[in-house]
Structure formats: C-alpha cells, structure tokens
C-alpha cells in the first residue's frame, strides 16, 4: 500500500508539472531538477514517436521542440534561482543549444546524400502514417513499393553509366553514409511491415511480395553503394571510411562542451604532454636496459602477458588493488557495496575488432583471445592486454574510474545523466591514471611502462583524431601514427582508429580522455593544491555533482557568479598553447 501511495503521487506530480511550461515548473519545490527531468522525458518521448532519422518531419519537430525550450529558459527569472539552480539551467541550455547544432549538422549531411535515397521519402511515408495509426492502404501501399524497387534500380543504373562516362566520382565518405542510412531504413521498413503482416489480411495479401522485392532491393543497393562509390568489397573487414567533419563544425563541437581551445591549440597541447610523455618513457627504457630504443621496452612489456585462461584471475586481482590503493591512500569513498557488485565478463570477438582492450562500466569487460581467432589475433590480443599494461588501467576502469562513477550516479543527482559528456566521464577516469602515478602507483619500470604507453596513447588519440577531422590526415596515416608513436601492433592500431571514425562515437570523444584530464588536474591544483578540500572531499564532490561540461562543476564547486548567457572562458592550459 505504502508503494501504491508513492506511485500514485508520483504520477499526480509528473501531470501536473507536464501540463505546465518552464517557468511554472521552475517554481516547483524541486525547481531546475524537475524541469530537467521532464524535459527529458519529453524528449525520450518524441524519440520512440519520430524514428526515422533523416525525416523531414522528425527535424521539423525537434527543431520546435528546441526552440521552444530556449524561449520558456529565456522567459525564466535566472536571477532568483539559486546558485546549485543556475548550474542546473545552463546545463539545459547549453544542452539544448547543443542538440541544436546536431539537428543542422545532420541536416547538412542529408542534403548530401539526397541524389543517393531516392526510396526514402517512399519509406518516411509509410513510418510517418503507421504513427498516426492510420490503416493502411494495402493495395496503394504495394505500389508504392513497387515503384520504389524501380526508383532504386534505375537510381543505381544511372550511377553505373556515370561511371562509365568518366563523370566526378560521389565522394566516398557521402556514400558511406548513404550505406548507413539505407540499412536503418530498410530498418524503419521492416517495423512498418511487421505492425501489421499477419494482423490484416488484406494487407498480407497485397504487400507481403513487394515488401519481400524491397528489401532485397535495398540489400542489393547496399552492396553496390559499398563497393563500387565507397570501394569496400564485400567481405573486407578492415578498410576504414572515416568521416572528417572539419574545422566549423569541431570548433561548433567545442564550444558545445565548454573547450575554449581552437582544434590546432588542442593539437599543441597534445603534443606538449606527448613530449612529457617521451621523457618519462626514455628514464623507463634506460632502467629497463633497453638505452633510448623506447620501443624494444615497449615490446618486452607487451611480451608479460598471462596464458590464455588466466586472464581473468589476472585482471581481478588488479582490480581489487586499484580499489584498495583509493582507500589506502584516502582518495574518494568506495562504498562497501561498490566493491561487492562490480561484474566480469568476457568480450566477444566480433566486439574486439573496435575495442582491442578492455572495458569498463557496470561491469568490466576483458578482451582477450578466443579460439576462433588466427594466430595473429591471438598475439596481439594478448601482447595488448599484458599485465604491465592493464596495471595502468583497470582501475580507470573499474573502482576509482567508470565502475564508481556510474554507482554515484546512479545515487547522486541522477537526472544529470542528460548532460553526459565524455570530457567528464573519460576525462575523470584518465586523471585518476595520472593521479595513480603522481602516488608512486606504477613502482617498477615495466610499470611505467605500460602507464606511459596509455599517456601516450591519450596524447596520440587528440593528435591524430585533430588532424584527420581537419583533413590533414587519412585513416591510414593515423593507424601507422599509433604504430610509429605509441607502439601499438597493427591489428590493436586498426581498431582503435576504426572505432574512432566508424561513428559509434562523436568527433571530440577520443579527444576527451587527455583534455578531460587536464581540466580535472588544473581544477584539483585549484581546489587541493590551495588546501580548500583534501583529496577525498574534491573527489566525492565530483561525483556527487554528477556529469557535466567540468567548466560548469568548477563554477559549482568553486561556487563562481553565474549569467544566463555563460560562456566558456577557462584556459585550463594557459593562454594560447603552441609547440615549437
């Protein structure tokens, strides 16, 4: 009864705020927290309606949805919120503004690939009028697949004779989108079909053939987009068709998540820490016996790797002494329950082609070989994943890193997780990596080892992702960077700069790790190294404050003036970077 009478005041308060606008809900006795939390509902809500991504109509109501957003913001009293409020409203803000950037991003990238779906607007149709619930016209319906099929096929023959005339070639990367794009709709096309295949006699009449006659066609489409205008035959798992998005729209990015930093100063900042880097590792060969040859230490480090089977037991027991060493040294609370509910699993083959070392979160998930893998995999997975190296990191990923960050959020503020950005999330996790080593964590060389080749690493994730987003480099050239520069095998190379483009993440989230970083170490110089908070205050406050741009935790934590037009303005770097 006691959770009924919850339930039901929940549901009586959601319906109330839902019905009023911003500035009514701002006036809640939860204020911002409230607001933020409908808003993202309302906006999961418009997602599950508006599935189709490139649709004209689904822009057009996001477009509003924003718009709208910003002016009920705009009509607020900025001023009378307090100061935890203030922070929570310039999340949403900047958030929205953000989205908004996304929308023309995406819209710029449709008008590219128009010439290339002549079946889309056929497809939007038919997911537009299933979400009206409307019934079909089964008869109409089939003929409008019908003529799609046809569309297809005279769009590819057109294609074909361009070619043979010698005609400018699309651009490989548009068409690579294009492959994308047609996939998620033959997607959008199978929900439409199976809403009502089987519930509507006539509708199984009339469109089970031509719905069979489109997908084939879209599949076929598909493969001819893949080989013949982005040029990846048919069973090739190892090109890599990036999509470089350019100097406007990464520097639109940046500002986006409060980096105020040009993608050239990033890149000058990068190298600098890269050079830190290269010192440290050269004082680590030497002790290794290995002199100034940095990359025979690098490869006797990968070569401390456990046998096949062992792995787990290995990276367990690197775990516990992450743990152990934050709670030794009193640098954040560990919960007695955090260190009981972590989880391992094993990650698939299929998943290490674009994460060749572990990960972590809930759960840790350890990448090593399987048996059907060749040979060469085989190596380079382990020597990836040796001990020295997974030393350097299973905590980031674990306990004090991703594993405690999402137990407090899940426990402090947690409709924060809108403002999720991996400048916060990556970036806190690599500065407790340099944290660790500040505390004398890495203790032998081969330690050091492994520690710095991830510095490195982090230092060469900006570096080539900069250059390759600024058309200065291709994908090869970055897989061959990480080679040459941190010493990586060619299959772990691949993948990670394969992950980087094939756009599982944005433009700026390799970057993030070391910039995140930065930021978090010029914040804790501000507030540990003045004597404000020790070590375990800043890193509790972190996390109970939950993700954020760390511009706008600095201003909470360090309870700074706000306005309504904030904009970021800390050179967590100093002025200008440059390298020589």
């Given at each position: 009864?006691k959770t009924l009478r919850w339930c039901v005041c929940v549901f009586?308060?959601?319906?109330?705020?839902?019905?009023?606008?911003?500035?009514?809900?701002?006036?809640?006795?939860?204020?911002?927290?409230?607001?933020?939390?409908?808003?993202?509902?309302?906006?999961?809500?418009?997602?599950?309606?508006?599935?189709?991504?490139?649709?004209?109509?689904?822009?057009?109501?996001?477009?509003?949805?924003?718009?709208?957003?910003?002016?009920?913001?705009?009509?607020?009293?900025?001023?009378?919120?307090?100061?935890?409020?203030?922070?929570?409203?310039?999340?949403?803000?900047?958030?929205?503004?953000?989205?908004?950037?996304?929308?023309?991003?995406?819209?710029?990238?449709?008008?590219?690939?128009?010439?290339?779906?002549?079946?889309?607007?056929?497809?939007?149709?038919?997911?537009?009028?299933?979400?009206?619930?409307?019934?079909?016209?089964?008869?109409?319906?089939?003929?409008?697949?019908?003529?799609?099929?046809?569309?297809?096929?005279?769009?590819?023959?057109?294609?074909?004779?361009?070619?043979?005339?010698?005609?400018?070639?699309?651009?490989?990367?548009?068409?690579?989108?294009?492959?994308?794009?047609?996939?998620?709709?033959?997607?959008?096309?199978?929900?439409?079909?199976?809403?009502?295949?089987?519930?509507?006699?006539?509708?199984?009449?009339?469109?089970?053939?031509?719905?069979?006659?489109?997908?084939?066609?879209?599949?076929?489409?598909?493969?001819?987009?893949?080989?013949?205008?982005?040029?990846?035959?048919?069973?090739?798992?190892?090109?890599?068709?990036?999509?470089?998005?350019?100097?406007?729209?990464?520097?639109?990015?940046?500002?986006?998540?409060?980096?105020?930093?040009?993608?050239?100063?990033?890149?000058?900042?990068?190298?600098?820490?890269?050079?830190?880097?290269?010192?440290?590792?050269?004082?680590?060969?030497?002790?290794?016996?290995?002199?100034?040859?940095?990359?025979?230490?690098?490869?006797?480090?990968?070569?401390?790797?456990?046998?096949?089977?062992?792995?787990p037991d290995a990276i367990r027991k690197l775990v516990l002494e992450?743990?152990?060493?934050?709670?030794?040294?009193?640098?954040?609370?560990?919960?007695?329950?955090?260190?009981?509910?972590?989880?391992?699993?094993?990650?698939?083959?299929?998943?290490?082609?674009?994460?060749?070392?572990?990960?972590?979160?809930?759960?840790?998930?350890?990448?090593?070989?399987?048996?059907?893998?060749?040979?060469?995999?085989?190596?380079?997975?382990?020597?990836?994943?040796?001990?020295?190296?997974?030393?350097?990191?299973?905590?980031?990923?674990?306990?004090?890193?991703?594993?405690?960050?999402?137990?407090?959020?899940?426990?402090?503020?947690?409709?924060?997780?809108?403002?999720?950005?991996?400048?916060?999330?990556?970036?806190?996790?690599?500065?407790?990596?340099?944290?660790?080593?500040?505390?004398?964590?890495?203790?032998?060389?081969?330690?050091?080892?492994?520690?710095?080749?991830?510095?490195?690493?982090?230092?060469?994730?900006?570096?080539?992702?900069?250059?390759?987003?600024?058309?200065?480099?291709?994908?090869?050239?970055?897989?061959?960077?990480?080679?040459?520069?941190?010493?990586?095998?060619?299959?772990?190379?691949?993948?990670?700069?394969?992950?980087?483009?094939?756009?599982?993440?944005?433009?700026?989230?390799?970057?993030?790790?070391?910039?995140?970083?930065?930021?978090?170490?010029?914040?804790?110089?501000?507030?540990?190294?003045?004597?404000?908070?020790?070590?375990?205050?800043?890193?509790?406050?972190?996390?109970?404050?939950?993700?954020?741009?760390?511009?706008?935790?600095?201003?909470?934590?360090?309870?700074?003036?706000?306005?309504?037009?904030?904009?970021?303005?800390?050179?967590?770097?100093?002025?200008?970077?440059?390298?020589?």
């Amino acid at each position: 009864m006691k959770t009924l009478r919850w339930c039901v005041c929940v549901f009586l308060t959601i319906g109330v705020v839902c019905g009023a606008g911003l500035a009514a809900r701002a006036e809640a006795p939860d204020k911002m927290p409230q607001v933020v939390q409908v808003f993202t509902m309302d906006q999961r809500s418009l997602e599950r309606t508006y599935v189709v991504e490139i649709s004209p109509e689904r822009r057009a109501r996001f477009e509003k949805f924003y718009a709208d957003t910003l002016t009920e913001l705009d009509a607020m009293n900025f001023n009378a919120l307090s100061h935890e409020d203030q922070i929570d409203y310039l999340l949403l803000k900047h958030y929205v503004t953000g989205q908004q950037h996304q929308l023309a991003l995406e819209q710029a990238h449709v008008e590219q690939m128009t010439t290339l779906l002549p079946f889309a607007a056929t497809i939007e149709d038919l997911m537009a009028k299933k979400r009206r619930m409307e019934r079909p016209d089964a008869e109409q319906d089939a003929a409008a697949l019908n003529e799609m099929v046809k569309a297809i096929a005279a769009r590819q023959a057109e294609l074909e004779a361009d070619a043979r005339a010698g005609k400018p070639k699309i651009d490989p990367i548009v068409a690579n989108r294009a492959v994308e794009t047609t996939e998620a709709l033959s997607g959008n096309l199978r929900e439409w079909y199976e809403q009502y295949n089987g519930y509507d006699p006539e509708f199984t009449w009339w469109v089970d053939m031509p719905y069979a006659a489109a997908q084939k066609a879209l599949k076929d489409y598909t493969g001819f987009l893949k080989e013949k205008l982005v040029g990846i035959a048919a069973n090739d798992k190892t090109t890599i068709i990036g999509d470089p998005v350019g100097r406007d729209a990464l520097m639109k990015e940046l500002a986006d998540n409060m980096i105020p930093y040009t993608p050239e100063e990033l890149i000058a900042i990068a190298q600098t820490e890269y050079d830190w880097c290269l010192k440290q590792m050269l004082i680590a060969s030497r002790e290794m016996g290995y002199g100034d040859d940095w990359h025979k230490a690098v490869e006797k480090v990968k070569e401390m790797h456990v046998p096949p089977g062992d792995q787990p037991d290995a990276i367990r027991k690197l775990v516990l002494e992450g743990s152990e060493f934050a709670k030794k040294n009193d640098l954040v609370t560990v919960p007695p329950l955090a260190d009981e509910t972590w989880r391992m699993i094993m990650m698939t083959p299929e998943r290490q082609l674009v994460n060749p070392f572990f990960t972590g979160g809930n759960e840790i998930s350890v990448s090593y070989p399987t048996d059907t893998m060749t040979f060469d995999q085989r190596e380079m997975s382990m020597r990836g994943n040796s001990i020295p190296l997974s030393h350097a990191t299973a905590f980031h990923e674990m306990i004090p890193g991703h594993f405690l960050q999402f137990y407090m959020q899940a426990r402090y503020r947690p409709y924060r997780w809108l403002f999720d950005t991996p400048f916060w999330t990556e970036g806190n996790a690599f500065w407790w990596e340099m944290l660790y080593w500040d505390k004398g964590w890495d203790s032998t060389p081969a330690e050091r080892v492994g520690a710095l080749v991830w510095r490195m690493h982090r230092s060469a994730r900006v570096l080539f992702t900069m250059n390759f987003h600024l058309g200065r480099w291709t994908a090869q050239q970055c897989v061959k960077y990480l080679m040459d520069n941190v010493g990586w095998d060619v299959d772990n190379a691949t993948a990670e700069v394969r992950r980087s483009f094939n756009g599982s993440v944005g433009p700026l989230y390799q970057c993030a790790y070391l910039m995140g970083a930065l930021q978090f170490r010029a914040l804790h110089k501000e507030l540990v190294g003045s004597g404000k908070m020790t070590e375990r205050q800043f890193s509790d406050a972190v996390l109970h404050e939950n993700s954020m741009p760390i511009e706008l935790l600095r201003a909470d934590l360090e309870n700074l003036t706000l306005t309504p037009d904030f904009k970021t303005s800390w050179k967590f770097y100093g002025e200008h970077p440059t390298h020589p």
